[in-house]
C-alpha cells in the first residue's frame, strides 16, 4: 500500500533521513519507533506531502506520489488522514463542529447529517458527553481523542498516527489502541503508528520499523524486535539510558 524507496530528506544541509526503505502492506498496522528527534515524524509527513523527498521514491497503491504537484495531494489526503502529534482542533468550533468539518467541505453532507455522524463518531473515542464543547474547555487528552475522531470522518484507507497515546491515561490509550487495531480487522485500513509507547507497540502492531540513524534499522514483527540480537534495538526496547546507541543532544 505504502513504500518508501531510497528517501533522502535533510534540513539546512543536516540529513535527517538517509537511503531509507519501508513498506507497509495493506490493512496492516505498522509502528516506527526510535529516539527523540531521529525523524519519525518527518517520515511520515512525505505521505501526505508535507514535505517532499531529496532524493527517493515514495509509493502509494501502485501510484509514485513523490513528484506530484501539490494539488494532487488535495485528493491524497482524503484517503491518507494524519492525526498530527499535537492535537489540531480549531478553537472557534465546537467539538462536534470541528469534527463534522471534512464531512461538510469534502463530502458535501447537509450541517444536520454531518453533525450526527461526528457524534457518533465521538462516541466511539468516549466523548459522547463532550460534543459540544470547544476545545479549550477540554483536557489534552480529550482533545487528541477529538483529533483523531475527526481524521477518521472522511473513512480514510491509510490513517498515519503521530503519537496518539502520549499523554493519555492508560485506559483511553489502550481505547485508542483497540479503534486503531479495529479499524484495521474491520474495514481494512492500513495505519503507520508513530509511537513510543511501549504497551501499544508491542499490543497492537503487525510490524515494528526501528528508526535509527536516518535509516531503518530493523523491521520486524513484535516477537521478531523483542528478539533481536541487535544491541541498538535491545537498548531502545528496554529504555536503557547507556549502551551502544548514539543519540544526540545529551
Ligand atoms: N520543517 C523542518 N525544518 C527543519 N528541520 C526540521 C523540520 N522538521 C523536522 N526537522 C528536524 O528533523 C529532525 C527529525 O524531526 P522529527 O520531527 O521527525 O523527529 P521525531 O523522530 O518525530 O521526534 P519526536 O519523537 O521528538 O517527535 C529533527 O532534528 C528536527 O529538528
Ligand atoms: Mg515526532
Not at 527523540?36 to 525523524?39: F, L, N, R
Given at each position: 500500500m505504502i513504500e518508501l524507496r531510497g528517501v533522502h530528506k535533510a534540513f539546512a544541509g543536516r540529513?535527517?533521513?538517509?537511503?531509507l526503505d519501508l513498506r507497509c502492506d495493506r490493512g496492516e498496522v505498522l509502528f516506527i519507533i526510535g529516539t527523540?528527534?531521529?525523524?519519525k515524524s518527518v517520515t511520515i509527513k512525505h505521505l501526505v506531502g508535507l514535505l517532499r523527498v531529496d532524493a527517493g521514491e515514495i509509493w502509494l497503491d501502485g501510484r509514485r506520489i513523490?513528484?506530484?504537484?501539490?494539488?494532487?495531494f488535495h485528493a491524497i489526503r482524503r484517503r491518507v488522514a494524519m492525526v498530527f502529534q499535537g492535537a489540531t482542533?480549531?478553537?472557534?468550533?465546537t467539538l462536534a463542529e470541528n469534527v463534522a468539518l471534512p464531512l461538510r467541505k469534502?463530502?458535501?453532507?447537509?450541517a444536520a447529517a454531518a453533525l450526527a455522524d461526528a457524534r457518533r463518531r465521538l462516541d466511539e473515542v468516549g466523548l459522547a458527553d463532550f460534543v459540544?464543547?470547544?476545545?479549550?474547555?477540554?483536557s489534552d487528552g480529550m482533545r487528541k481523542r477529538g483529533a483523531i475522531a475527526r481524521a477518521l470522518t472522511l473513512d480514510p484507507e491509510v490513517v498515519l498516527f503521530?503519537?496518539?497515546?502520549?499523554?493519555?491515561?492508560p485506559i483511553n490509550a489502550r481505547r485508542v489502541d483497540r479503534l486503531i487495531r479495529e479499524l484495521a480487522d474491520r474495514r481494512g485500513v492500513t495505519a503507520i503508528v508513530v509511537s513510543h509507547d511501549l504497551a501499544s507497540i508491542f499490543a497492537i502492531a503487525d510490524r515494528i520499523a526501528f528508526l535509527y540513524q536516518g535509516g531503518v534499522r530493523a523491521c520486524g514483527t513484535p516477537a521478531e524486535i523483542r528478539g533481536s540480537d541487535d544491541p541498538v534495538v535491545q537498548q531502545f526496547i528496554q529504555g536503557r539510558?547507556?549502551?551502544?546507541m548514539e543519540t544526540p543532544g545529551f
Open positions: 540529513p535527517v533521513l538517509v537511503d527523540s528527534g531521529v525523524g513523490d513528484a506530484l504537484p501539490e494539488r494532487a482542533l480549531f478553537d472557534s468550533m469534502h463530502g458535501r453532507m447537509r459540544d464543547r470547544y476545545p479549550a474547555e477540554l503521530d503519537e496518539p497515546t502520549t499523554g493519555l491515561d539510558a547507556s549502551g551502544p
